[in-house]
Structures are given as C-alpha cells and as structure tokens.
C-alpha cells in the first residue's frame, strides 16, 4: 500500500505553506493532517508553593528546553518573583540559550550553553560547583537528568512547573491514515491512552528523537522511520526518503501483479 495520508501529532503550523511539511506534501502528492496527541499545561502558583521551592536561594538555573524557559519566568512573574541579574543561566543548547531573550537581555547576563545533550552540559555545570541549580522540569522529565546532577554532586533542586496532558483523540476512531508521526514519548502514550486497542497493522510509524523511539519500541510498536539522523537531520527529510522508497517499491509490486495477471489471462486465451 502506498503511502498518501499522514497524521503528524503537532499543532498545525500557523504559517502551513512555510512548513517543510506543506513542500513534503506538494512534492509527494500527499495529504498531511495535523493534531497534537498532548499539550502541555504549567504548574499553578499554589501547587508549586506546596513544594516550598525558594526560587531566590538558588544562584544558577537548569534549562533541557524552550518550554522550560516559558513556566520558570511564568511562575516567576505569577509569584512576582524578581529574578536578579546575577542569576545565572545553563542552556542544553544554543538554540534554548538564546530563546532566553525573549525575558531577559542577552548579553547582560552570564548565559552557558552546550552542544544538545544533557550529558554534554554537566561537563559546564561541573565548572560551576559552587553554584546551586534550580531545574525547571515536566512530570514527565528524564529520570537521567537528576540522576547525573546527584552522580556528580552537584546541588541542586528539581522543580516540576508543568506537565504533559493527553489530548481527546475520540474523533480520530475510525479514520485511517498510511503513516503517523511522533514527536514525544507522550504523544505514543496517549495514542494508546485513547485507544488501547490499537493495532498497527500496515500502518508506518516515524519518531523524533531517541527517547520517542524508545516509546514507540516499548509500546510494541514496529518503527519504520527515525530522525535525526546523519543523513536525514530533520524529520521531514526522513520522511521524504522513506516515503519515495516505499512507494516506488510498493509501484514494483502492482506492476508485477498487473503482469503476472496479464500474462495468466493470455495463457488462459490460449488454452
């Protein structure tokens, strides 16, 4: 079966004919549907007063994402926390770290950044021993996270500001699609929240991201495409590789049957 209809599970684009999604869809022939399988939902302020976190007492914050980043300087202002400029700030990534200037201004602040992985960033961190960490975290954060703070002893508090709430895909039974896209491992955990009986059958599955592969094995679930890859750094590009191999592949096949059919109906005229 050819690949024509694909669910990605991500809000649709506000600008949908810039999406590199909107170019894999023109250039393929496909239809492409987006909805997001869960959504994210920030802590309130009395919640997370009753973990008696003092966001003052801690000289240097944590950031694994950008979402991080929305809820530490929401819960900030909701409690009417007035972070100094002396605080410092420890971003997994380039791309997190300069997403800070959205609150604060860049270049007036101490800002560390490293190079995508949470591992890499603890070689930073362990410069700065002395400091305490604040982490800002979902309920659903990696357990190695904590884990390689306390291996390294370094001081630190984990902070969960919001959580990761499966959407109601009730509406989506009974809808077929060739091939689905995961971003998280939540997105694989509502899909079989809202239908545990799920079966995948022919249908193709893609994931971004290692720990959403993993979701998506440990669900038992078979997975036909992973991003990043060296070759294939974004998802779309992935896809678009697999997509053209799989339906060339899958045209072979319907031409051989057209033949070999052809061919039977031919012996059958001569006999």
């Not at 800002?111 to 591992?119: A, D, L, V, Y």
Request: hydrophobic share 35%; aromatic share 12%; with cysteine.
């Amino acid at each position: 079966m050819k690949i024509k209809k694909i669910l990605v599970s991500q809000p649709q684009p506000l600008d949908q004919e810039k999406s590199p999604y909107f170019e894999l869809a023109e250039k393929n022939n496909l239809k492409v549907d987006f909805r997001p399988f869960s959504y994210v939902e920030g802590v309130s302020v009395k919640e997370f007063r009753q973990n008696r976190i003092d966001i003052l007492s801690h000289s240097g914050v944590i950031f694994t994402s950008k979402t991080a980043i929305d809820h530490f300087f929401r819960i900030c202002e909701e409690m009417r926390v007035s972070v100094p400029d002396t605080m410092k700030y420890f971003c997994q990534s380039e791309s997190t770290a300069f997403y800070l200037q959205k609150y604060i201004v860049y270049r007036k602040r101490k800002i560390f950044f490293g190079k995508g992985t949470f591992p890499e960033l603890i070689d930073i961190l362990l410069k700065h021993k002395e400091e305490k960490f604040l982490v800002p975290l979902s309920d659903q954060h990696k357990p190695e996270i904590p884990k390689l703070l306390e291996k390294n002893k370094l001081k630190f508090t984990k902070a969960v500001l919001y959580r990761n709430v499966y959407s109601d895909l009730s509406d989506l039974a009974g809808i077929k699609y060739d091939l689905m896209v995961f971003y998280s491992p939540s997105c694989v955990k509502s899909l079989l929240q809202n239908f545990p009986d799920f079966k995948q059958d022919d249908i193709k599955i893609a994931s971004f991201g290692t720990s959403t592969a993993k979701a998506v094995k440990d669900a038992g679930l078979k997975l036909d495409v992973q991003a990043p890859m060296p070759q294939f750094p974004s998802m779309t590009m992935a896809l678009e590789h697999f997509i053209k191999e799989h339906n060339k592949n899958e045209a072979k096949g319907e031409n051989k049957t057209i033949k070999n059919s052809e061919t039977k109906a031919e012996e059958s005229k001569v006999k």
